[in-house]
C-alpha cells in the first residue's frame, strides 16, 4: 500500500482471548501441564532471542542459514506479491531473509507474545516502509481476521522454528488442515521441521551450560502467575528436558523439589515433591514422515531443503484446487 507515513497508520492490532482459563484447566490435571505457549510473554520472548543464539540450540542457526542460502529459490516456488502470514513470527527477524525476493504485497506476523510482536513489527516497519503490515496476537489454533483489503491475494503461511514439533502428531494434522483450508486453491507453506538425530545433540540444545533454557522454562510459573494470581515460587522446582525414545520427541518439565501448595484463582493445588508439570513436547521427524503427516491434511509435498548434517529441514508445500476434494 503506497503513501503509508507511519507505523500507527498501517499496524492495527487484535488480541487473543483471555487464555487463563486453558492454563487454570491444565494445573487442575492430576498430570499437570502448562501448554508451551505460556513460556512466552514479554520477558520469555526476549529470553527465547538469547536461546536462539546458544552454540548448544542448532535450530534458529540452522534454519536462518537454510533461509540465507535458499531464499532466492524458495521465492520462485512461492511466487511474488501474496498475502505472507507468519505463525509465530516472534521478533520478526526470520522473514527478513525472505521479504526481498518475495516481495508480498501485505505481511501478516501472528504471535502469542502481544507487546513484543507489535514492537517486532513497528522495527520491522521502518527498514521495510512501502510494506503493509498487520499484526495479530494469537496463536496457530486461533481464527484470525486478515486485513480485508488484501483476503483476495494468494496467500502463503510461514511456520518456522519447528513449532509444529509442539502438537501431537494428530493435532498437528488439524493445525495443517487448518492451514490448507486458508491458503487454497492456489497458496504454499513454508514450514520448518527438525529432524531426528544423534539424541546427545537434543538433550545439549534443551540443557545449555548457561541454563538459559531453565529460566525460559521456569518464567512458565512466572507467567502463571500473571494470568491466575497465583504464587508459585520458582525455587520449589527444576528444570528436567529428556529425549522420549519412544515417543520420539523432547520432552521439557518443571519438577517440584518438595511437598507444598500453590494457590491460583483463590483455589489451593497441591504438588507433591518430585511431580512434574509437562511444558512442552518436541516431535522429530524425518523428511518422510512429516511429508506423509502433511499429506492427510491434503497439502502436497513440492521441495525440501537440508542442511549438510541433516539436522533441520525447510519444506514447501502446496494446496491443491479444494481442500474438501482431499478429505
Known amino acids: 500500500m503506497q503513501g503509508m507515513q507511519s507505523t500507527e497508520q498501517i499496524i492495527s492490532k487484535e488480541t487473543l482471548v483471555d487464555p487463563s482459563d486453558e492454563l487454570f484447566v491444565g494445573l487442575n490435571r492430576p498430570n499437570k501441564r502448562i501448554d508451551q505457549k505460556f513460556h512466552y510473554n514479554e520477558y520469555g520472548s526476549a529470553l527465547f532471542g538469547k536461546i536462539t543464539a546458544l552454540p548448544e540450540y542448532y535450530l534458529t542457526r540452522t534454519e536462518s542459514l537454510l533461509l540465507q542460502r535458499h531464499s532466492e529459490e524458495i521465492a520462485q516456488y512461492m511466487g511474488a506479491g501474496q498475502m505472507l502470514i507468519e505463525h509465530g513470527a516472534g521478533n520478526c527477524g526470520k522473514v527478513r531473509h525472505l521479504l526481498a525476493p ?23 516497519q521502518q527498514d521495510f516502509s512501502e510494506l ?13 481476521q486478515l486485513p480485508e483489503h488484501y483476503r483476495k491475494l494468494k496467500k502463503c503461511v510461514l511456520y518456522l522454528g519447528s513449532s509444529i514439533a509442539n502438537y501431537p502428531p494428530e493435532q498437528a494434522i488439524t493445525i495443517l488442515r487448518q492451514i490448507h483450508q486458508l491458503i487454497a486453491p492456489s497458496g504454499g507453506l513454508l514450514i520448518g521441521v527438525d ?8 538433550q545439549q540444545a534443551y540443557n545449555d551450560e548457561q ?18 494470581d497465583g504464587n508459585f515460587d520458582q525455587d520449589l522446582f527444576d528444570h528436567v528436558a529428556f529425549y522420549n525414545e519412544d515417543k520420539q520427541r523432547i520432552e521439557m518439565h518443571l519438577q517440584s523439589s518438595v511437598d507444598h501448595e500453590v494457590e491460583l484463582l483463590g483455589q489451593t493445588i497441591p504438588i507433591r515433591a518430585g511431580e512434574r ?10 523428511v518422510e514422515s512429516f511429508a506423509a503427516l502433511a499429506q492427510q491434511a491434503g497439502l502436497i509435498p513440492v521441495k525440501q531443503w537440508i542442511d549438510e548434517q541433516q539436522l533441520y529441514s525447510l519444506q514447501y508445500f502446496s494446496s491443491p484446487q479444494s481442500p474438501e476434494s482431499t478429505r
Do not use: M, R, W
Not at 529432524?195 to 537434543?202: F, H
Open 195 to 202: 529432524l531426528q538425530k544423534d539424541t546427545s545433540i537434543l
Open 211 to 228: 541454563g538459559l533454557v531453565a529460566d525460559f522454562n521456569l518464567n512458565a510459573l512466572q507467567h502463571a502467575n500473571e494470568l491466575l
Open 102 to 124: 518475495l516481495q508480498p504485497q501485505c505481511y501478516v506476523p501472528i504471535d502469542i507474545s502481544a507487546e513484543f510482536l507489535f514492537q517486532s513489527a513497528c522495527h520491522l
Open 277 to 286: 508439570i509437562q511444558t512442552l513436547q518436541s516431535y522429530k521427524y524425518t
Open 132 to 144: 503493509y503490515i498487520h499484526p495479530i496476537a494469537g496463536d496457530i489454533t486461533t481464527s484470525s
